[in-house]
């Protein structure tokens, strides 16, 4: 759970932390003062379009790094081949 959390806080800034504390703080806010009406449901909506996307932000943040890993390994296997390439062309000269 530690790990997951420490992942977490890698991939959310502080700007999206304030964002869903924010939120949630007008959310609980507006629900108390104005009770289940029909603009709770639109608090609702508002809420979970929030969450989404900042949910896309931490998704496509982890996603890239990954891509950037696997990007980092493809040049050094690119760079691996290329001096072997040229030290195999050395050795036939």
């Not at 508002?46 to 980092?72: G, P, Q, W």
């Amino acid at each position: 759970m530690e790990r997951r959390a420490i992942f977490a806080a890698r991939h959310l800034d502080r700007a999206s932390v304030v964002v869903i504390v924010l939120t949630v703080a007008l959310f609980a806010t507006a629900f108390w003062v104005r009770g289940v009406t029909h603009d709770a449901f639109l608090e609702v909506g508002v809420l979970l379009v929030s969450t989404k996307l900042i949910l896309n932000t931490y998704h496509m943040d982890a996603h890239v790094e990954r891509l950037e890993a696997r990007l980092v390994e493809m040049r050094g296997l690119l760079e691996a081949l290329v001096s072997a390439s040229s030290e195999s062309a050395r050795t036939r000269s």
